[in-house]
């Protein structure tokens, strides 16, 4: 007996093509042959995808629901990303926009390993939103980076992060540029007694992202960052699975103008793969995202999933102190923001800025 | 002294916007902070991205080229995506349509290490276009599995791939399946007298691929798949960097809706990062690519870039024996054609369809 898993799809067609395109889909994510060539009955009854509906959005915009086969994904991640999407990534008039998770997913997957909670106990934040910033630009030499990554954790933020260009350049390698940062962050918190957490990007394939890590766990980090669309979302299984001391921020690099619905994506399919954090492009900065779209992925993200942890929603891109508040209400106290080149504006005043920064978050729900 | 390399992007927006939006890109896919708040010389001068030129192609439609440092992409394919696209990623009105290549990203990369006669050599095809297709669907046993590959086989292709869709899930572990439809692929070419290759999908991250590769090897295979979009790019630079004996070919499942134009996605990057073979999306099939990029695909895979070896374009996705002279015409004899689901119509006379499909090559340039 086949135990199926609901996907569900935008198409935009003229109305009397979405039958076949619904089919079509069907096709493409389970056996991607004519089914007339299908003489096994177990495969047409259990493993061929079934339209179960079709919906009209207005516009010319359809939603088609597929019964996809759960035993198709097996147990990695890039299949499922594969069967849910995979060759109709190819149509340009798809999206995805959700995927109902059944509890053997999240049994397979396990979901974040530290979560919102973990975040929060790493830098002993109660139940309070958390604070990030990122180390730009790249390009300055190590000790400018260090220097500036001090100066940030002066100011008490909680996380400190790469920025997701930081990979193992010439200007700056990573084994050079770790560790000098961790003790420059360290340093800080010895003198603010706040536990502000570096961040390294991790990059390239799993074994030299590997190496990066034990040289990371020798600089006693215990919090990394990876671009899962970049770097594979098997990477990203593999790191919550094999390295589960570490928690992870999900960067967003790669994940497209909105074929995978980025609520879904981050707040759905990031976290069950393993992701700690999702940081995403919020509403109102140098991306497109609407409000609604924002709200929706943290509301995900946050949501009870098979007793996996939540989340943490993390908005950014382009985000700036003075929007602290509104975002606060917006988001409510289950959130870290991450400002960070508009912090780097205060220039000789940073540490004051990234101050006004945690102390704004502090106090907005103290 | 910087060196640079161009990207170029097609960006929708009004005309009065194009200026600041061309900006944006370069910022964006260099430093991605404020330029006011950059204060050293250096990475103002040699890392921020500058835009090169602007052209109006019609429809409100502008080509962006940007000149990038190609020391902030380092030696990792993945951050060389992450700098070309990246966040721009997440902007649904640009597409990236062309990298200049330098020869440093040529030395940094390699290309394919078999590619276009590698292939051909393997299969002892002189200078003809090669025939490839694939075993489907999944859900199959093992066993049912085998018995298909072998009398495909038996028809004289030259290449048997796996379903893409085919990963490690229970119904056909990859473990038992590689082994026995190598083995029967192993089987009729003794009876054939043609070297036919299986090619097996490889997937899960790159410890768990090298795992399969290990046995891979073991079953005499030199010849695999795998899907750099959903893998990972920096994966198949690994692959090709660490495991050079094996060709690869590049399956393009969540190579996406043209964010990145197929052409250089393809013949261009996917060449540059190491694939031999790259399956795509013919014209005329279940996807939508116009004739003119499938040509400039195949032109780019084979044109000569720093002495790299070409690509071997393979088109794909809803091919028909009846077009194989149409096909033949349109690529040339540097090719190979992938017929997958079309074939397995013939149910019980499938080893006269594979052998009418590779006697229709054979003979088309005799």
């Known amino acids: 007996m ?38 096994d009955a177990r495969v047409l009854a259990d493993i061929v995808g079934q339209v179960t509906g079709i919906a009209e959005l207005g516009e010319g915009a359809f939603a088609v629901k597929i019964a996809l086969a759960v035993e198709t994904v097996g147990t990695d991640a890039g299949q499922m990303l594969n069967m849910i999407l995979g060759n109709t990534s190819m149509h340009a008039c798809v999206s995805l926009v959700d995927v109902e998770i059944p509890l053997a997913f999240a049994a397979t997957f396990g979901g974040p390993r530290h979560g919102l909670e973990g975040l929060r106990a790493r830098v002993g934040a109660g139940r309070r939103p958390l604070t990030a910033t990122a180390i730009k630009p790249q ?48 340093r800080a918190g010895v003198l603010t007694g706040h536990p502000t957490r570096y961040v390294p990007m991790l990059n390239g394939d799993w074994g030299r992202m590997q190496a990066q890590l034990r040289l990371v766990r ?71 995202f609407p409000p609604s779209m924002c709200a929706s992925l943290s509301a995900r993200a946050l949501a009870p999933l098979h007793g996996l942890r939540a989340g943490l929603p993390t908005p950014a891109g382009g985000m700036e102190l003075a929007r602290v508040p509104e975002l606060l209400d917006f988001f409510g106290p289950d959130v870290m923001l991450l400002i960070g080149g508009s912090l780097l504006l205060a220039g000789a005043r940073i540490e004051q800025e990234g101050a006004a920064f945690h102390r704004a978050v502090e106090a907005y729900f103290a």
């Not at 990394?224 to 690099?253: D, F, I, K, N, Y």
């Open 139 to 186: 390009g300055l030499p190590v000790p400018a980076l260090a220097e500036l990554a001090h100066r940030l954790a002066l100011g008490g933020l909680d996380y400190i992060k790469d920025d997701h260009n930081h990979a193992d350049q010439a200007f700056s390698p990573f084994a050079r540029r770790v560790p000098a940062i961790a003790e420059a962050v360290r």
């Open 218 to 288: 020798d600089c006693g980090i215990d919090t990394v960052m990876m671009a899962p669309m970049l770097s594979g979302v098997a990477t990203l299984q593999a790191l919550a699975r094999e390295w589960s001391e570490m928690a992870v921020l999900a960067h967003p690099s790669m994940s497209g103008g909105g074929q995978i619905a980025p609520d879904l994506l981050f707040g759905t399919l990031f976290r069950l793969w393993g992701a700690d954090a999702l940081i995403f492009a919020n509403y109102g900065g140098r991306f497109g």
């Open 2 to 39: 086949s135990t199926r898993f609901h996907t569900t799809y935008h198409v935009r067609c003229p109305a009397h093509e979405i039958e076949a395109r619904a089919q079509g889909i069907a096709v493409e994510q389970s056996v991607e042959m004519p089914l007339p060539a299908i003489t």
